[in-house]
């Protein structure tokens, strides 16, 4: 019950700023610029921001675990290139394919996996390294699908994809952010505390804007695509990835934070590159809404499943 109600509290206020969004869209204060701007701000400064401060704040040499740390990425990448190659076979509508595989592998595990953990544990010493293995994928690859599967009328071409994938905002900061930890360079208090401000932006800008721009009768047109990739991200990519872990030897704060990283709902940053890539956002946002709701029931069903056979203590 303490992790349900712990998710509820997780999840919840996402839903509350959503709704909020779609109340000011309808009431006028919120309009179609306002969406635009917001997102356009959104891609190429406040998600920068905050994928600089996270990548620099991980501590690349402090209680290194390399296996773990290739056991998260080796995850993320078959559950990439696994969804996509099935999408590319199985979905007819080839213009929602980049929003489908996105959201069906893209967690929020940066900021639900260090809460949840912090919850249970009182420390997130594994969170990082779940994050070095998975968030830099998780950006790299939705940069790389998104920009082969975008719905544009250019003409598309090796080319002008992998320039648009390395000046790509996100694949930068990431990059800066990663370049800034290994060489342990910390930003004058002030100019951290300003990066940091932006960054934090984020996600309520995207939440209010997904509830701005949501539209019902869109959302009902794309619920059986977002069910399935729901269903990928909240149950079957968890159930298969989950006992290899187990069978490996991981326990406690290690397993936690890779139920997180399998488990956790689609990250509302799904909508931010979707929206400013030429991809569908309107299925982004369903899958978005759709996985937040139910994974604080998915999520507590399987931690208490993993306490029920002891292999979380906590």
């Given amino acids: 019950m303490n992790a349900l109600i712990y998710s509820l509290n997780a999840t919840v206020p996402i ?12 009431k006028g204060v919120i309009n179609e610029g306002f969406i635009s701007s917001a997102n356009k701000i959104n891609f190429k400064l406040a998600l920068p921001c905050m994928l600089v401060i996270d990548m ?3 501590d690349l040499k402090a209680d290194f675990d390399p296996k773990y740390i290739l056991f998260c990425a080796i995850v993320t990448t078959i559950s990439f290139w696994t969804i996509w190659g099935l999408a590319k076979i199985f979905i007819k509508d080839k213009k929602i394919i980049g929003a489908f595989v996105q959201g069906s592998f893209r967690s929020s595990a940066a900021v639900l996996g260090t809460a949840l953990i912090v919850n249970i544990y009182g420390n997130s010493s594994m969170a990082p390294f779940m994050m070095i293995g998975s968030v830099p994928l998780y950006n790299i690859y ?10 544009t009328k250019q003409e598309k071409t090796i080319g002008k994809a992998v320039k648009g994938i390395f000046t790509n905002p996100i694949i930068l900061s990431i990059a800066a952010g990663l370049l800034l930890a290994y060489f ?16 934090r932006m984020t996600t309520p800008l995207a939440l209010l804007a997904i509830g701005a721009g949501f539209s019902t009768s869109e959302a009902i047109r794309k619920l059986k695509p977002a069910l399935v990739a729901s269903m990928l991200k909240l149950v079957i990519i968890p159930l298969v990835f989950l006992p290899i872990a ?11 934070a890779i139920l997180i990283m399998l488990g956790a709902p689609t990250t509302p940053s799904c909508y931010i590159m979707a929206k400013n890539m030429d991809n569908d956002a309107d299925l982004t946002t369903s899958i ?6 139910l994974s604080a029931f998915t999520i507590t069903a399987m931690l208490f499943v993993l306490r029920y056979y002891g292999f979380v203590v906590a």
């Fill in 56 to 58: 620099m704040n991980i």
């Fill in 288 to 293: 978005v809404v759709l996985t937040t709701a």
């Fill in 246 to 256: 187990i069978k490996l030897g991981y326990r406690n704060e290690e397993l936690i």
């Fill in 184 to 199: 342990h360079v910390d930003f004058p208090v002030m100019l951290d505390s300003t990066i940091s401000t932006i960054g």
């Fill in 15 to 26: 839903f509350v700023i959503i709704l909020i969004g779609l109340y000011l869209r309808r």
């Fill in 142 to 151: 939705s940069v790389i699908v998104l920009t082969f599967e975008a719905d």
